[in-house]
């Protein structure tokens, strides 16, 4: 170790002044003191700062004064991405198990965990709730995976270093339960829904969101939805409620989120999630009361199912 500049040790046999110790090895004299709080320390105690040198404890409450920089959402800017490569991964890691058990890339549809986990209106009315997620994981062929994959990328990168990991991970579960959500209440009982296409869509809403707490443009933002919702629209097959719902729910929790007061940030994300959460369990409870109880709809929905309903 470079021991750092100073003048010759105080003390010692016959010098005529007191013996000096470090502060935190009393074991050891030393000439050398901190320029920040002038206590004498040893040379392992010390470290270089813009001018002389500081001891570690000076050091450290330094550190600890040096105001973290965070996001408009309370996040700690760290330029790593993790749960939007995770999400990608499991989106595709599903996709490939569907079309190993359909034995089609393009008919994976087919599969077995497509009809366990693919949202029947009259399933989910029937007990089966965890289709209300699940289905968020599945999709119809490389094309659609493809596209809400690269939408997932392109916006889900800029918002998860805004919000941060676990704020960014809410953002895409409640939008993606919103979208489910809309599709139980109102999408046809005799079609199955599945797609990230409702959580994208909630990102996307949550982009505006957050470019409108930045006070920054979100003109590039808009004509992208409205582009999407045009296609949502116009193109047969496309869940119209799963991508409003979501784009709705995106929306209103990234509110919660950068709107947030400082002094209680944490608080209010937490009581939005929750708040939406709770939205959510009750819809699906009013839409069951409609449906009573059903049963025999785990694979496909029958028309049997709402005979006398």
């Known amino acids: 170790m470079t021991v750092p500049p100073g003048p010759a040790p105080l003390g010692g046999a ?21 320029v920040r709080c002038d206590r004498p320390a040893c040379s392992a105690c010390l470290r270089e700062a813009s001018v002389g040198y500081q001891c570690v404890d000076c050091v450290a409450t330094g ?21 939007v490569p995770v999400l990608i991964a499991i989106n595709v890691v599903i996709f490939a198990i569907t079309v190993v058990q359909a034995g089609s890339l393009g008919g994976n549809a087919a599969a077995e965990l497509f009809q ?19 289905s968020g994981f599945l999709h ?18 800029d918002l998860e270093q805004v919000l941060g990991q676990a704020r960014f991970l809410a953002v895409y579960l409640v939008s993606l339960l919103g979208g ?15 797609g990230a296409s409702g959580a ?5 809403g949550g982009l ?17 939805i409205a582009l999407n919702v045009f296609i949502t629209f116009a193109v047969p097959g496309i869940s119209k409620y799963g991508h409003l719902g979501g784009l709705l729910f995106g929306a209103v929790v990234t509110a919660g989120m950068v709107y947030a007061p400082r002094h209680r940030r ?17 819809g699906v409870l009013v839409r069951d009361t409609q449906f009573g109880t059903v049963t025999g709809c785990t694979t496909e929905p029958q028309l049997a199912c709402l005979v006398g309903r």
């Open 14 to 34: 016959g010098s005529g002044w007191p013996v000096r110790v470090c502060v935190r090895h009393p074991d050891r004299e030393t000439g050398l003191s901190c």
């Open 116 to 134: 366990q986990w693919g949202l029947w209106t009259t399933a989910v009315a029937g007990g089966e709730l965890w289709r209300l997620f699940t």
């Open 266 to 282: 944490v608080a209010v994300q937490a009581a939005t999630v929750a708040t939406l959460l709770a939205v959510i369990m009750i």
């Open 200 to 204: 994208v869509f909630g990102l996307m």
């Open 180 to 194: 489910s959500l809309a599709v139980f209440l109102f999408e046809d009982e005799f079609k199955m829904t599945a």
């Open 140 to 157: 119809f062929g490389p094309i659609h995976l493809a596209f809400n994959m690269i939408a997932l990328w392109v916006i889900g990168r």
């Open 63 to 83: 550190a600890r004064a040096v105001r973290r920089v965070t996001t408009v959402a309370g996040a700690e800017p760290t330029g790593r991405l993790v749960v």
């Open 208 to 224: 505006v969101v957050v470019l409108r707490r930045m006070r920054r443009s979100p003109g590039p933002a808009l004509l992208i």
